[in-house]
């Protein structure tokens, strides 16, 4: 078990040593208030003596997006990082300065990324350096260069994360270049070599359509977990055509209404798949009445909305570190106090807490802060349906 107590109660990460409960909590990062991190030996010393509030909701990152190159042949049209084939691997040293940073400062997971990671053939014994440091390593990966031998090398990694945007034309369509017979390829040298595996499914306009034909096939495939994410106007996507490319006005509207029937048919399906949505697709639940009313659940399932700066931070290939993978370096404080009195509709929204305003890349995009490579602005998210209904209305 690997503990950090907060004003409120504590974060836990239970390991083969979790408690019996109605659902299997090994492996599961759980927050848990004051009385249960008693419970469990936890003692929050002074901090504890006042009001749980008293810190003002400041939040300290669960999880680091680290990239470990910037070096990848597979030049994906929509790339967020502007991957090409001449980039540069991290040092070995920084990345394990890294790690030590990341450690002290409580972090419970390190996500490898890049560039594709597998360029690197000390991947494995990244995956190493992470857990000697008590943290969980997680890595995503084209699969390009995959091979048998490679698999074997990323068992210490808890999951290995393979991008899958649909077969044959699908995945072409998002990443520019027909890559889904590799990745398929990846998934199961990996599922062979006893490695955890899950998917990465960037939606699109001309994707989203046959999204549940996607999940079904990595599910057939072996994948454990499908974690859907959204097209960012970032990198090589942060162009004209990202506006044909994101998910239409009725696409968001019933996005909600769509995740809830892949959840039940997933869910009962043997095996089953769990379903992830990142913090930038929380936004188009606002509209679903099933889920409005029900916010705090959605909390307490870990569905979170924009988290830069607060539960995630990213450090990039030149050992920037940024609020996300997508974001350059801002003003925390400014960040924190758009968040904590954002302008309507997002100020009366029941999200809010969850949702967090949307996603920050996008609404840079859409007031047209191109100047960075990686805009970013204190405004609601305009694809948001609940704030394009409300821009249309006013």
């Known amino acids: ?32 208030d004051r009385e249960g991190a008693r419970t469990l030996g936890l003692d929050g010393g002074p901090g504890w003596m006042i009001s749980d509030t008293a810190n003002g909701g400041a939040r300290r990152p669960l ?8 070096r990848c042949a597979a030049g994906c049209t929509g790339c967020y990082q502007d991957a ?12 394990e300065q890294t790690l030590d940073t990341l450690a002290h400062e409580g972090v419970f997971t390190v996500a490898f990324g890049g560039g594709e990671p597998l360029v690197r053939d000390d991947l494995g014994e990244l995956a190493d350096e992470v857990r000697a440091r008590k943290m969980t390593p997680v890595v995503t990966t084209s699969g390009l260069g995959m091979t048998e031998a490679r698999a074997r090398s990323l068992r210490s990694f808890a999951q290995v994360n393979v991008s899958y945007d649909g077969a044959g034309a699908d995945y072409a369509s998002v990443r520019g270049f027909d890559g889904a017979s590799h990745a398929e390829r990846a998934i199961e040298m990996l599922i062979a070599a006893g490695v955890r595996v899950g998917v990465n499914v960037v939606l699109t306009r001309d994707t989203f359509p046959r999204l549940a034909e996607t999940l079904e096939r990595a599910r057939l495939l072996g994948a454990v977990e499908a974690q859907l994410l959204r097209y960012k106007p970032a990198g090589r996507a942060a162009s004209l055509d990202y506006l044909v490319r994101r998910l239409s006005r009725e696409q968001a509207l019933g996005f909600g209404a769509t995740l809830r029937r892949l959840v039940t048919s997933l869910r009962e399906a043997t095996p089953p798949l769990s379903l992830r949505i990142d913090c930038a697709l929380v936004c188009f639940l606002s509209t679903d009445e099933s889920l409005m009313s029900n916010a705090a659940h959605l909390e307490r399932s870990g569905i979170f909305g924009c988290e830069a700066g607060g539960y995630l931070e990213a450090v990039r290939a030149d050992g920037q570190r940024t609020p996300c993978s997508f974001a350059p370096t801002v003003d925390q404080a400014a960040l924190r106090a758009f968040v904590a009195a954002p302008p309507e509709p997002c100020a009366s929204c029941p999200l809010r807490k969850v949702c967090r305003c949307g996603c920050r890349i996008v609404a840079g995009f859409a007031e047209g802060r191109g100047a960075d490579a990686r805009p970013f602005a204190l405004a609601p998210d305009p694809e948001c349906p609940r704030v394009a209904l409300h821009r249309g209305a006013s």
């Open 84 to 95: 090409t084939p001449h980039g540069t691997d991290v040092a070995r040293t920084s990345i």
């Open 1 to 32: 078990m690997k503990a950090r107590v907060e004003s409120w109660g504590a974060w836990v990460r239970f390991g083969d040593d979790a408690p019996q409960a109605p659902v299997d909590l090994r492996g599961a990062l759980v927050a848990i």
């Open 63 to 70: 999880e680091a997006h680290v990239a470990v190159t910037s």
